[in-house]
C-alpha cells in the first residue's frame, strides 16, 4: 500500500511537472513569437528611418525617452506585477490598480509637462522641450492598459498580447517612415512612439472583457503595494540605471554619439533583453505555483538558464562578429561609429540571462525587498564605474559596462544560493560552456568576414554559417547542458511520432 501510494505521489508529481513545461512552452512560444513579429518589424523600420535620418535625431529623441521612461515607471508601481503573482484577483483589486494608474500617470505627465525646458537646459539642447512634452503622453495611455496585460499575463494568452503588439509596431512603423519621408525629421520617431501606444492600448481593451468598475478598495491597494512598493523602487532605480548611460553621454558629449550608442545599445537589447524578457514573461506564472517548493523550483531554473544561455550567447556572439559586416549592409557611413560600441555591448548582452533570471527568481519567491537590495548595491557600483569612465570617452562607457556586468554577478547570485542553494559557482558551471562556444564562434565568424566575396551579403551568409557551425561543434565537445537538453527533446518527440501507442498518445 505504501510502496503504491509512493508511486502514486511521483506520478502525480512528474504529471504536474511536465503539464508546467507544456504551459511554459506554450508561453514561450507565443512570446517569441510576438518577438520575431514585433521586434523583427521594429528592426526592419528603424533600418529604413536610421537611412532617413542623422544620428543627431536618434540621440535627441534617446534623451527625451530618459524622462518618460523614469515616469512611465512611477506610474506602474509594481501593481501589475502584484495582479500576476496574486493567487486570487478580484473585481475590486482590478478597478483600484486602474484608477492608480490613472491617477499617478496624470500626477508624472504634469511633471513631465512642467519640467521639459529644465531637462532641455540640463542637455544644453533648447529643442528637448516640445518632444518631452508631447512624447510624455505615452505615460498617460501606457497607464490604461496595465490591467488588461496582467490579467492575459495571469490567463497565460500570450497569443492576445503578441496580435496587439504585432499590429501596433507595423501600424506605428508604417507611419513613422511615411512622416520621415515627408521630411517630418525628428518628429517622424515621435509619431512612432505615440502610434504604437495608441494602437496597442486600442487593442488590449477591444479584445478584453473586462471594464472598471466604480470602486475603488483601500484594502486591495494595502494589499498590492505592499508587494509593489519595492518593485517601484526598483523600477525607478532599474530606469535610471538602464538610461544613465544615455543620460550621461547625452550631457558630456554630442547628440550625434548619443545617436550611435543609442542605435547600438537597441541592436544588443533586441536580442538578449528582449528573448530573456519574453521567456521570463512565460515562465512567472507558472513558476510562481513551485515558491514554496525550493528542489522544484532550483532544479526548473537551472534548465531554463541553460537553455536562455545555450541560445542566446551564441546569437550575441555572432552579432559581435559580424557587426561590421551587418552595419556595411544596412546602414550608410554615418552610422560606422556605433560599430565597436555594439561589439562590446554584445558581453553584457551574454550575460543578461544570467541577472535577469536571478532576479526574477526573488520575485517567484515573493522577496521583492531583496530585488530592491540587490538592485542598490550593483547600480551604486556600475554608476560608479560610469562617473570614473567619462575621461575615456563613450568608448571608456561602454568597457565600464562589461566590467559592471561581471561585478554585478556576486550581489545577483548571493541571495539565490541563500533562498534555493544556486551559488555563484554552480551558475558560473551551467554556462561557462555556452560562452566559451559562444566566443570562439564570434571569432570564427569575425575572421571568416575579413575575406571579402563579390557580394556583401555572400560574406554575411558565409561568415554567419562559419560562426554557428564552429558554437555547435564547441558546445557537443564541451557537452553543453543546453544542447543535450534539445537534442533529448528532439528524440523524445521523434519517438513520440514513431511509437504514440508506447507513450499512450492516442
Known sequence: MTISRGKTVREGSRHLMQAMNRKIGVGVLWNLA???????????????????????????????????????????????????RSKTVSDADLSTVFYTNLLLSLVAYAALFAGASYIAAFYSQPE???????????????????????????????????????????????LAVAAAWSGWGIWSLVVQMLSSAVISALVLWLVSQWRPALQFSTESFSRLFSFGRNLLVEGLLSVLYQNSYVLVIGRFFSAELTGLYFLANKVSNLISQQL???VQGASF????????????LLHKYRQILQLMMFLIAPMMGLLAGLAPVLFELMFDERWAGAVPYLQVLCIVGALFPL??????????????????????????????????????GVHGIVVSQVIGSFLALIPNTYF?????????????????????????AALTSWWAAQTEFSFMMLTLIVSGIAGVFVYLAVSVV?????????????????????SPKAYGDQ
Not at 506564472?285 to 522544484?296: E, K, Y
Open 416 to 440: 539565490s544560493a541563500r533562498l534555493v542553494g544556486y551559488s555563484l559557482a554552480n551558475q558560473v558551471k551551467d554556462v561557462i560552456k555556452p560562452l566559451a562556444a559562444a566566443g570562439a
Open 276 to 278: 530573456t524578457g519574453a
Open 128 to 174: 528637448l522641450t516640445t518632444l518631452i512634452q508631447v512624447m510624455g503622453l505615452v505615460v498617460f495611455i501606457n497607464a490604461a492598459k496595465v490591467v488588461q496585460t496582467a490579467i492575459l499575463s495571469r490567463k497565460m494568452d500570450f497569443k492576445t498580447q503578441m496580435k496587439a503588439n504585432t499590429f501596433s509596431v507595423v501600424v506605428s512603423g508604417c
Open 355 to 392: 541577472h535577469a533570471l536571478n532576479m526574477n527568481l526573488l520575485n517567484v519567491k515573493g522577496r521583492p525587498d531583496l530585488v530592491l537590495k540587490v538592485g542598490f548595491v550593483k547600480k551604486a557600483v556600475n554608476l560608479t564605474l560610469l562617473f570614473l569612465a567619462i575621461p575615456y
Open 285 to 296: 506564472p507558472a513558476l510562481s505555483t513551485l515558491q514554496d517548493d525550493n528542489a522544484a
Open 34 to 84: 510576438s518577438l520575431f513579429l514585433t521586434r523583427g518589424a521594429s528592426t526592419i523600420f528603424m533600418l529604413f528611418l536610421a537611412r532617413l535620418l542623422a544620428p543627431e535625431a536618434f540621440g535627441l529623441v534617446a534623451m527625451a525617452t530618459v524622462t518618460f521612461e523614469l515616469a512611465s515607471a512611477f506610474v506602474s508601481s509594481g501593481l501589475g506585477a502584484a495582479l500576476i
Open 478 to 498: 564541451l557537452r553543453a547542458e543546453g544542447a543535450r537538453m534539445i537534442w533529448i527533446k528532439i528524440l523524445d518527440r521523434l519517438a513520440r511520432k514513431l
